[in-house]
Each structure stands twice: as C-alpha cells, then as structure tokens.
C-alpha cells in the first residue's frame, strides 16, 4: 500500500511539474503552482515521515533544483518552502504536524543547544545564558532580527534569553549575541591633579563630553568622577577617549596666576571667627611635600597598571589666607586647591548640630530641728504628680531627709527607715521623675524650695541663672571742708554687690550619654542682725565641683550645714516678774537649729527638635497643673487677677496672628 502512494505521488508531481528520480531513490524537484498538499505527500513517500496536516494548510507551490537532493536534503527543503508560505513543521514522537506558523510556537518546539542547535528552518526554541550585559539590554537590540511569529523574551533573575524561530536564524542571533556579551575591556584611570580643584575638572569634562555626544563626534560615552578626598579624577573608556580626556586633563591642571583660589565657605552651626584660629593652625601646621607619586590605571577585568606622574601633596603654606565675615558667618579661604580641599574636610567635620542639654535644678534647705520636738510618726496616702500616681508613702520622724529623697530620685525608695520624710518612685522602671522629688521636698514641713531652676544651654557651653537684688555696701567714708563756708561735707562710697542665688552649669557630652557637669552654686542672703549699711552681714554658701551623670539621672550634690541657736523665754505674768522666786514661774530654752543646703541637678540630652518639644510640653503642663490645683484650692477666695495660662496648643495656635495670646488676659471688672 505503502508503495502504491509513493507511486501515485510521483506520477501527481510528473503531472504537475517535473520530479527525476536517480538512484539511491536522490531526486531533483522541479514545481510549477503545485499543490502544498501534494508536494507533502511526495515528502512522506521519500523520507519515510508522518505528516498531520492542519485544514488551514493550502498553498501553491514552485520549486526549482538543478541537481539531485537525497532525502535530508529535501527535507530541509520542504521545510524551507513551508516557511516561505507562512507553515511550520512541528514534530512530535513519530508524527509530525503541519501547522500554520501562529499556531507553531505554541505547540512542543524542540530545545535545542549549541551541541545539537537543530537544521535549517526547523522550527526550535534555544535558552542563552547571557554573561556580561543585561539581557533586558539585548531585547530591543535584537527584536528587529527575529519576524513576527518569532518570540524573543528575557528573564532577569537568571540573567538568560528565551529566543523561538527557525534554526537558521537562531544561530544567527548567537553569534550576534557573543559578540556582543563579552567582558568591557574598557579601564578606569585615575589621575592625581596638583593644582585644579578634582570636582571643577570633572565638571567641565562633563559638560564638554555632553557637548560632543550632541555634535556626534564620540560613539561612547566615558564615566567621569571626581574624587574629592585625594583630588583626583577617574575616567573609565577606551584607550583612545582616556588618551583625550588625559590631554585636556593636563592643560587644566595648571597652576594660577595668583598662586591660589580664592572660595567662600558658609557655615551652618560654627561660628566664623572661632573657626579661623583652628584651621590656621591647620594649614601652618601641614608638612609640604613633593615628589613623583605613581598614577594608577584599573581595569575592570581586575588588573592594574602603574602609571608614573609628578604629584604634589601640598604644595605651599605660605599664600593660605582665612578670613572671617561675621555678617554673614562664612569663611574667606584663599589657598591652592589642594589645601583648600584639605580645609574643607576640617570644615564639615566641625561645622555640625551640636547637642543641647537641658539642666533641671532644685535648691532647697533641709531643718533638722523638728525631730527633737515632733517625735510623731504618722502615714500618708498615695498622692499624683503630673498625671502619674506614686504608691503610698512614709513619714515617719521628720530627720533624715537626704537618704530618703535620693531613694526617691534614683527609684529605689520602697520603705522609709528611721527619720524618712516621704518615700515613692515614679512609674515607668528605670527612669526619675524630676516632678516626684520636687513635690516631695514642696510637701515637706522642714524643707524650704529656695529655687527650681531650668537652664538649656548648648554642648560644652557655660549657662548662668541668678534670682535674687543688688545690696548696697558701704566701703568707705570721709568728710571734706568747704574752702569758703567752712562746712563738713561728708561723703560715703557704695557698692551693689548681688545677693541671692546664682547657679552656674557647664556641660560636656561625653560618649554613652554621660554628660559632665562643671557645677557653681552660690546662695546668699542677709543676716537678720544687720540693720544699715554699714555694718550688712550676709550668709553666703557656695559650691564648685565638677560630677559625671548618666543621662536623665539625677544626683545630689552635698549639704552645705550652718548652726544657728535661738533662745527663747516664757513666763508666768506677774508671778515670774517677782525677783527670785519668779524664776521658778518662768521656761527658758536654747533650740540649736541645723539647716542644709541641698542641691540637686537632673541633666537631660536634647540631640534632636523632637526631644526638646517633648520636654517642652511636659515642663509647661507641669506648671500649668500646679496653677490649676491652685485654683481648686483658692476657690471662693480672692481671684487671681492673672488666670491661669492657657494650653500650649492652643497658645502656639494663635501666636502667628496674635502676639497678645502669651499674656493671660486679664478679667472684665466691669458690671
């Protein structure tokens, strides 16, 4: 049966054009307008194939040869006529399918590799691996190349190319593709400068190669990049554009005219004047030197070839001149590029945000009198400060007050022994509550809050505070006679001198948020036995010392104790006035007081606007409550004329279009 078709197909062929068959069944096929299906069938009959063909198949055909094909051969040629009409072969096991081309990718093309890359126009699919380029690159470089039933597609994570089309053809695409996925031989060259400033050569090397690549004159464009730290510039390209670069490199590295540029420098935190001194010391204190430095040519494929060039480190201190304008805060550098390069580095190290902190204080004094009379010991509840609760505390024998308040301030007081005032903690573990030891001393009988004051001062700034009046103090006197009447004129020599208190604090951050503190606390005061100015007695008592404290922690500094006794008489009216026997009608005692100047310093670290606000708004709460438990408490006295201070919210709110609103507006007194 078999060969009854092969038969028949010949004779159709004879029919319809010209088929030789020579021997070793070679034959020559020569077709004028047959049909597709016919030229399939004599297919079949000489290679031994199964063919399927799909009903959309229809075509004439013409096929010229001049000599005899064996059955590869022809085959390769019917391939070459089915996809010159639109048709692919697609085969699958034993059968292979006629399909049109559309329909062909979709079906089971073979993969092929570059061991078996496949025949001809055999329809194939191959996976590239790309190595050097991004195969997203090579897309539209290659989608020109492929026709419109190829596909062509890139997956990135593997970096690979999926390409499906005629056998032919893909190998065409590879060894385009080879060509172009090779390893960028270009190198990257760097080249110390002696005198241009690196980022200023780098600007106009840019600025002329996007010139050029406009005019068209260069087919690539060179990376070029400044190096500011050793004043170099790096050019990466081939070895024809680096050769160019390198000449007009060497013309702008000349040295001026002046012997130095001259740059203004603004500053953001520093101030000018002090920055002068340190970078003049910088720029003396700079060892010139001069030499031959070697040049160095990288290439990406990671070797390097040493290039010799004249280098200049620094090349001379003598024409640096730093000037400050205090108007404007900026320094006026004139100085050869390289030390200004060097200047600039020193600037942005020490142009920076500094740190501020603020300084919580309370000075108060502690009477120990009160533990010889009272002898009571009695309890107290829980009480609230700020919004937060404090367990219940002890007071017990009004004495030791220090012990008891540094427990409370370090959050450590859970029990009061023996002579505690009052004992409690903040909340929140591990943190002081600076309210909780203010209204702890604030509550207590035998301790008088002689000051609570706040300072914010920045990093290693000395920050002043003083509350208090200028005394008069007499230092001198004489008396002068009139040449013309005679008369004494006396006349006396005053100095105000200020008595109260003044704290002086200057902090230090030190690294791990330690923060030292240069303390000066002075508290001064008359005595009560002065009576005019020339004989004014003050109490005055100081403390200086410098203390390391966490931040947030709060630390005491010492007592400063002083004796006073008072004398005191009572008696019987009448009775203790009779001489002798009034004695036994009358009470004499000598109370010996001892009063202790405690001073206590809470520093805290404010590094950025956020923090500051944040303690902003709590130390303003603070007092706005305790203006508010006041009024609660004063209800159905006297009003206070003042009124209390309105929310922070609501005062920022209308600062902007009223300045009025800081003040508390006083009440209508009218009816």
Not at 406 to 418: D, F, I, K, M, V
């Amino acid at each position: 049966m078999k060969t009854y078709l092969k038969w028949l197909a010949w004779i159709s062929l004879f029919w319809s054009g010209v088929l030789t068959v020579q021997a070793q069944e070679s034959a020559t096929l020569n077709l004028k307008d047959a049909d597709i299906r016919v030229l399939i069938d004599t297919v079949s009959a000489i290679t031994g194939k199964n063919f399927i063909i799909d009903p959309r198949v229809k075509a004439r055909v013409t096929v010229i040869s001049s000599k005899p094909m064996k059955p590869e051969e022809l085959y390769q040629v019917f391939l070459s006529i089915l996809q010159v009409h639109g048709f692919s072969a697609v085969q699958t096991g034993n059968v292979t399918k006629i399909v049109p081309d559309v329909n062909a990718k979709q079906g089971p093309v073979p993969v092929v590799s570059s061991r078996y890359p496949g025949r001809g126009d055999q329809l194939v699919t191959r996976v590239i691996q790309i190595n050097h380029v991004p195969a997203a690159q090579l897309v539209p470089i290659l989608r020109p190349l492929i026709p419109q039933q190829g596909q062509l597609a890139a997956y990135q994570p593997s970096n690979i190319l999926l390409i499906s089309d005629r056998a032919a053809n893909v190998r065409r695409l590879v060894e385009i593709i080879k060509r172009i996925d090779r390893p960028d031989q270009d190198d990257i060259e760097i080249i110390p400068l002696e005198h241009a400033p690196a980022a200023d050569v780098a600007r106009t090397l840019t600025t002329l190669q996007r010139k050029d690549a406009k005019g068209g004159a260069m087919p690539g464009q060179p990376v070029i990049t400044a190096d500011e730290r050793t004043n170099s510039i790096l050019i990466g390209g081939d070895k024809a554009t680096r050769l160019r670069l390198r000449g007009i490199i060497a013309h702008l590295d000349t040295p001026l005219d002046n012997g130095g540029d001259t740059q203004v420098v603004f500053l953001k935190f520093a101030k000018a004047e002090e920055l002068v001194k340190i970078l003049t010391g910088v720029s003396k204190s700079g060892v010139t030197t001069s030499g031959s430095s070697p040049g160095r040519t990288l290439s990406k494929g990671g070797k390097a070839v040493a290039r010799r060039r004249g280098a200049t480190a620094l090349t001379s201190r003598k024409d640096v001149s730093i000037q400050a304008d205090e108007t404007n805060n900026a320094l006026v550098i004139t100085a050869p590029p390289a030390i200004q390069a060097e200047l600039r580095k020193v600037i942005a190290q020490l142009d920076i945000r500094r740190d501020q902190v603020l300084i919580e204080a309370v000075i108060a004094e502690v009477s120990l009198d009160l533990k010889k009379e009272l002898g009571a010991s009695f309890g107290v509840q829980g009480f609230n400060v700020g919004g937060k609760d404090v367990g219940p505390a002890i007071v017990a024998n009004l004495g030791d007050l220090a012990t008891t308040v540094l427990g409370l301030a370090s959050g450590t007081a859970t029990s009061a022994p023996a002579g505690t005032i009052i004992g409690g903690a903040d909340t929140r573990p591990g943190k002081t509550n600076f309210a909780i030891l203010l209204k702890a001393l604030a509550s207590d009988a035998a301790t008088n809050i002689l000051s609570t004051p706040t300072l914010v001062t920045l990093d290693n700034v000395e920050a002043e505070i003083s509350v208090g009046q200028e005394v008069p103090f007499l230092t001198g006197q004489f008396t002068n006679t009139g040449s013309t009447t005679g008369a004494v004129n006396p006349f006396q020599t005053i100095e105000r001198r200020d008595v109260g208190l003044t704290l002086k604090v200057k902090p230090q951050i030190n690294e791990g948020d330690e923060i030292q503190l240069e303390i000066e606390q002075e508290s001064s005061s008359l005595a009560s036995t002065s009576v005019s100015t020339s004989d004014v007695v003050t109490n005055k008592r100081n403390i200086k010392t410098t203390v390391l404290a966490n931040n947030g922690q709060v630390i005491v500094l010492g007592g400063l104790t002083d004796d006073n006794f008072r004398d005191s008489k009572d008696k019987v009216p009448l009775l203790g006035d009779i001489p002798v026997v009034g004695k036994l009608f009358q009470f004499n005692s000598t109370q010996k007081v001892k009063q202790t100047l405690m001073v206590f310093i809470h520093p805290v670290i404010l590094r950025d606007a956020k923090t500051a606000d944040e303690y902003t708004r709590r130390k303003y709460g603070f007092f706005r409550a305790r203006q508010l438990d006041a009024d609660i408490v004063n209800r159905g006295l006297i009003k206070d004329s003042a009124g209390v201070i309105p929310d922070l919210d609501e005062l920022i709110t209308q600062m902007p279009g009223d300045a009025g609103a800081l003040i508390p507006q006083m009440p209508d007194s009218t009816p």
